[in-house]
């Protein structure tokens, strides 16, 4: 997911439905968003082998279509299956309305540089959420240059337990990310700052990355998550930590590689680096 970004983003609604369908069709497994990007995301969906062929999963995508209708938002979904299952589960989803997202169809809104993406598009209606619109990032001036008013509120003696996460997770990237990439060791830096960014990378500092990481500001978001979603605490911070230094090492990687900043890139680097343990393609097709 993404995760700190969604989580700005009202998941109750389409949480209510993902449990409520869960529950309806026992083993079911499944997994919705709303997305920043302004759809739903049908980001897992797995009927249990013995309860395939009922035409479970046509009617938990109907009801899925259905939620997206009402709220005036697409359904964008990344079919996968083992090998040789793959068409018949994009048969399956064109039965239900979605277009491959390509061709004349292609909506760069909702494609993913990670595998391709099917979407399916209500009738034209005005949509009922309201989406924040994602933020110009300018290399020098975004969130990529140290702010000293970042200092004011530094507590010197930071969460030790938070530290240590973090201190892992920078031992994950300089031991198995980094050697696939190719830039210098990282650093953090930890502060306890009153303001709400999770994390910065430092401009300038690409061939030895240093972050900064605002250890109060992940508290916080955290305990956030774990109220909305009602989840534990503890694994929300480990998340936290992971995906805002995933994201930052992102941001070096763009710098070091001359590329424009992108925040979607490096969301979606750090996403996929937290969920699958790889290195996203797209770095690796460009070093
Ligand atoms: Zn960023």
């Given amino acids: 997911m993404n995760w700190y970004k969604e989580a700005k983003i009202d998941q109750t609604a389409v949480k209510a439905l993902e449990k409520s369908l869960m529950e309806k069709h026992p083993g079911l497994d499944l997994a919705l968003w709303m997305s920043n990007a302004g759809y739903v995301e049908l980001a897992v969906i797995e009927v249990p082998k013995d309860l395939q062929g009922f035409g479970i999963g046509h009617e938990v995508v109907e009801e899925v279509k259905q939620f997206a209708q009402s709220v005036g938002l697409p359904v964008v979904l ?25 061709g004349r ?3 760069h809104r909702y494609t ?28 020098p ?11 004011y509120d530094i507590d010197y003696l930071p969460d030790q337990e938070l530290v240590q996460i973090a201190e892992e997770t920078m031992q994950e990237i300089n031991t198995k990310i980094i050697q696939q990439i190719g830039i ?19 401009n300038g500092t690409a061939p030895n990355p240093v972050f900064v990481i605002n250890l109060q500001a992940i508290k916080n978001t955290a305990e956030q998550c774990s ?7 503890e694994t929300e911070i480990v998340i936290g930590i992971r995906t805002t230094l995933f994201h930052e090492l992102g941001h070096a990687i763009q710098e070091w590689m001359n590329l424009e900043p992108d925040e979607d890139e490096a969301e979606e680097f750090a996403r996929e680096y937290q969920d699958f343990g790889e290195v996203w393609h797209f770095w690796e097709d460009q070093v």
């Fill in 78 to 102: 990344r079919p996968s299956a083992s090998h040789g299952k793959k068409q018949a589960l994009e048969r399956f989803y064109k039965d239900l309305g979605f277009m491959h997202n390509k």
């Fill in 105 to 107: 169809n292609i909506d």
């Fill in 112 to 139: 993913s540089p990670i595998s391709p993406t099917m979407y399916w598009k209500p009738e034209e209606k005005q949509a009922q959420m309201k989406f924040e619109e994602p933020p110009e990032w300018n290399f």
């Fill in 141 to 151: 001036e975004a969130d990529h240059d140290y702010d000293p008013a970042w200092e």
């Fill in 184 to 202: 210098g060791v990282c650093k953090t830096a930890y502060i306890n700052g009153s303001d709400e960014e999770l994390a910065r990378y430092i």
């Fill in 227 to 233: 109220k909305d979603y009602n989840c534990d605490l």
